[in-house]
């Protein structure tokens, strides 16, 4: 056995190789998927005006999205899977395993940036714009993305560099993000603007100042907490926790709340309920406080938002199961898995409810004829999330799936269904373009009830036999779920409405 | 010349918990060093402490000459160090994981690891994710040996190993540490640790009991068995020179693991008018871990609790304690 497959090479090649495999499969998803939807714009401009102008925002947002899924990958999951342990045993410094991981984020993101940019810059802003003002906007938009990407890389290796659920740990970031670059800027806006208008500077040019600089003192901020916390961690291994009381590992936390509640009763209901109240707290808390932004009517923050949320919540039902194999505890017990699924969903549930309720004496009142619509996106984004997260072993890749699933699925239902539509008005159907939104909604819960189905399914396969073939589940059942949909739309349309003429054009 | 290991009255506390206590010990280089210590002993804070990952409240670890804390990298390029739960990447094959560690070691690592791979009959092109546990551990044994460290620390290494892999892996322990290396372990299994350790100590609740040779501890350490005719009688006076490092009563039989077993001391027992059935038998190391990871008991205080002890103890004499233990289970049923 002289010979060896491989030819050993450097320190740095190792690293950079290993970490841009870990996030390989996110940046084909990201930038795939952007890409995806891109083209979907471009054919959806027959139906919807100016659709095409939000091709360069999934130019600005892809990088992000692909930034916080190797944020999830790098460092969250290596966590989780116990490879960070291996590889801070190799004889790597903490500069270096950083600087590896900072580069590939950056890289990959600059490269999904880049990729999808294609499109808006090649095709779009050429006819419209002169070609000065298009290399303006390109220069000016790489900064930022560029700051921004930075901030998002900051604060979200931070965040799961100090919190062990992987999930939680980018919710949490992303919240805490969110919340600092909004404040802190209107802080600074309000102290600061009119100063610099007195200096002579106009009102835009004052406000894009001082953005820039709050977002540059949130980045430094984050990146020395950032540097601190990496060589934390690097340096005293995977298993330290920083927290105020006795480490408990997550499974003897369940098996501890399991023995716990079963001295007190027997019921097997009182103890999955209670395990899955207390399996994804924290996240489930940091989905409804990123749902209250909705509140703050001043940001201007649209009600289809709370779609965030409602995936979050949705992911919250099974997350961190696989990864840390609590689901063999209780298989090892005989719990059926319909009885845990319905614990998880229920809790899970609870939690969306709770919300909706809030939101129905809120101050969003006025959004009350939008409440359908909406309310059937976030039941649907909830499902999707709960079945990604039951067929998909690791947090950030169910995240991640779900996320394009659930947008892949938008975009080809509204163009099919608006081209349903658009036919049915030729054909002269007696119901106004509205009606004929709403009568398509209604076959929303048929998708949601196909999505039940099969998460019921997969979770016998997912809890007795070891979670075999389950992404094949998912991908079967959010098509199911499509086609049946649209079919479901274009026979009403077209068989069990009947034609008027005196109504036809 | 330079000791492998140097631990001197070093402490690590968590919260409030003590989890190491001023535990001092030296480990020579080329021998095989067995730690041995109950579940939550502090084995393994003490092992990750040498590496460098728990900064230490007090005193002083030196490996290979160099302290820890000050460097960590260094440490780390001269020991194989394999935890009790090695986390590989899941997605890599075998050979890429050889491939990715080969990086970080100097020019050989690789040759060495094929070898070693071949010798552990695992395929290079199979995926961690689709290995069992046993074949997981033998990849990350390799991937710990492959660049031949100076002193190789491993942390339960024979948990999920075949008997067979078993054998050959401790073998290879006995060949390394002749060829100059050191291998540090800690385990629970008794009977490996003693077909191979030259040097044993003992972990419990944090304090060190005992660090030895094991052979020399063997030698200077004896069970002593033996039967009182009438046990109100106080004990011979020369059971009073021994040093005792356990002992326990059944009735009238007593079982005591002692130091200092001169043969005038065991000739004076055997003929001992109060004392029959007085046996001595060198201690094999389960019986010597068990003697002292167990609370010492004064004779007097010995009750139904020293039955059960002596069961544990001597397994090969549970006949003598059989009835005592079941007229104690009888009262407790």
């Given amino acids: 056995m002289d010979t060896f497959p491989l030819q050993r090479s450097g320190q740095w090649y190792c690293l950079l190789w290993k970490d841009f495999m870990q996030v390989r499969s996110t940046l084909i998803a990201v930038a795939g998927g952007g890409l995806a939807m891109q083209l979907l714009l471009l054919v959806a401009e027959r139906w919807f005006d100016d659709v095409q102008q939000a091709t360069p925002l999934i130019a600005y947002i892809a990088p992000m999205l692909f930034a916080i899924g190797a944020c999830g990958m790098l460092v969250g999951h290596e966590r989780q899977s116990g490879s960070w342990e291996w590889s801070s045993s190799l004889p790597v410094s903490w500069r270096s395993a950083l600087t590896s991981k900072l580069l590939i984020t950056l890289a990959g993101g600059i490269v999904t940036c880049i990729v999808l940019a294609v499109i808006p810059v090649v095709l779009l802003l050429p006819g419209r714009l002169p070609i000065d003002k298009i290399s303006l906007i390109v220069v000016s938009m790489s900064g930022m993305i560029i700051v921004a990407l930075l901030e998002v890389v900051a604060y979200f290796f931070l965040a799961s560099l100090l919190i062990r659920e992987t999930l939680t740990a980018l919710v949490i970031a992303g919240l805490g993000l969110s919340v600092a670059q909004v404040a802190i800027t209107a802080m600074s806006l309000a102290i600061a603007s009119n100063r610099l208008v007195r200096w002579g500077l106009t009102p835009d040019f004052a406000s894009f100042f001082i953005t820039f600089v709050s977002s540059l003192g949130i980045l430094a901020i984050g990146m020395v907490a950032m540097l601190i916390a990496f060589h934390w961690r690097w340096t005293t291994g995977q298993r330290t926790v920083f927290q105020f009381r006795a480490h408990t590992p997550a499974a003897v936390a369940s098996s501890t709340a399991y023995v716990y509640s079963t001295i007190e009763s027997p019921a097997s209901w009182r103890v999955l309920i209670k395990l899955a109240s207390v399996s994804s707290l924290w996240l489930q808390l940091s989905a409804a406080a990123l749902a209250s932004l909705v509140f703050f009517k001043s940001w201007g923050i649209p009600l289809e938002f709370l779609v965030i949320p409602s995936g979050i919540l949705g992911l919250s039902a099974f997350q961190g199961d696989q990864a840390n194999q609590r689901y063999h505890f209780l298989a090892d017990r005989g719990v059926a898995p319909w009885k845990l699924v319905l614990s998880r969903l229920g809790v899970a549930s609870a939690w969306m409810l709770g919300l909706w309720c809030t939101m129905l004496y809120s101050p969003l009142a006025f959004a009350a004829a939008r409440w359908m619509p909406t309310t059937m996106l976030c039941c649907l984004a909830f499902l999707v999330s709960a079945l990604a997260a039951i067929c998909f072993r690791k947090p950030v890749v169910a995240m991640t799936v779900a996320t394009v699933a659930f947008i892949g699925a938008l975009m080809v239902y509204v163009p099919a269904v608006h081209y349903g539509m658009e036919r049915s008005r030729q054909l002269g159907l007696w119901l106004d373009y509205e009606s004929l939104t709403k009568l398509a909604q209604l076959w929303s819960p048929l998708a949601m009830l196909v999505l039940l189905v099969v998460i019921f399914r997969a979770a016998r396969r997912w809890i007795v036999y070891d979670g075999l073939h389950l992404p094949r589940y998912f991908l079967v059942a959010v098509i199911l779920a499509l086609a049946l949909h649209i079919v479901g739309v274009f026979i009403t349309l077209y068989a069990l409405l009947p034609a008027s003429p005196s109504i036809a054009p | ?333």
């Fill in chain 2, 1 to 333: 010349m330079i000791s492998a290991i140097h631990v001197q009255d070093v402490s690590k506390r968590f919260g409030r918990r003590k989890v190491v206590d001023q535990v001092t010990f030296e480990v020579p280089q080329g021998v095989v060093f067995a730690l041995l210590g109950e579940n939550g002993a502090g084995k393994s804070t003490l092992i990750r402490s040498m590496l460098g990952y728990h900064k230490i409240d007090g005193g002083h670890i030196e490996v290979c000459g160099l302290d820890p804390r000050d460097s960590p990298l260094e440490i780390r390029r001269r020991v194989g160090y394999v935890s009790d739960a090695p986390g590989l990447y899941e997605w890599m094959t075998i050979a890429q994981a050889g491939w990715y560690a080969a990086g970080f070691y100097p020019p050989g690592f690789l040759k060495t690891y094929g070898q070693l791979l071949y010798e552990f009959q695992l395929p290079p092109d199979a995926k961690i994710r689709d290995l069992s546990k046993g074949m997981r551990a033998k990849v990350a044994l390799s991937l710990a040996m492959a660049f031949d460290p100076q002193l190789l620390i491993l942390d339960e290494p024979t948990s999920g190993l075949d008997p067979l892999v078993r054998r050959s892996f401790l073998e290879s322990m006995i060949d390394r540490a002749a060829a100059g290396q050191t291998v540090f372990l800690s385990s629970h299994q008794m009977h490996e640790v003693e077909r191979v350790a030259d040097w044993v100590a003992i972990l419990h609740e944090g304090k060190l009991q005992i660090v030895a040779p094991l052979e020399e501890l063997k030698s200077s350490v004896r069970v002593l068995n033996f039967a009182m005719r009438d046990p109100l009688l106080a004990l011979p006076p020369e059971f009073d020179q021994l040093d005792i490092v356990h002992q326990s009563q059944a009735g009238r039989t007593h079982h005591a693991i002692v130091r200092g077993l001169t043969p005038a001391i065991e000739a004076a027992l055997v003929q001992h008018v109060n004392l029959f059935e007085v046996k001595v038998v060198r201690p094999n190391l389960e019986e010597l871990y068990l003697g002292f990871t167990q609370p010492l008991t004064a004779p007097s205080q010995l009750g139904s609790v020293g039955s059960s002890a002596w069961s544990r103890v001597a397994g090969d004499r549970v006949d003598a304690s059989s009835s005592a233990a079941k007229s104690n289970s009888s009262e407790v049923a």
